[in-house]
């Protein structure tokens, strides 16, 4: 029973969402922290390009990320 595939397979799968809900809300933070960055840099007078290059984004993604609310 130890090596049951299906019980490991619901372990498995308990701890993924476990780990996923702890970390969500660090993902949202963190894409906060992006967005306003991006907005702080736009008003400090840097261009979607430059923000882009900075972050090594495309700046049409900058564009994106700014863009979302």
Not at 1 to 27: I, W, Y
Not at 57 to 67: A, G, M, S, Y
């Amino acid at each position: 029973m130890a090596n049951d595939p299906t019980r490991n397979a619901r372990a498995a799968v308990k701890r993924a969402q476990s780990k996923f809900e702890r970390t969500g809300s660090q993902h949202e933070e963190a894409r906060e922290a992006r967005r306003e960055s991006f907005e702080l840099a736009r008003k400090a007078g840097l261009t979607l390009r430059e923000i882009g290059e900075a972050a090594d984004l495309h700046l049409t993604r900058v564009k994106e990320i700014l863009d979302k609310d």
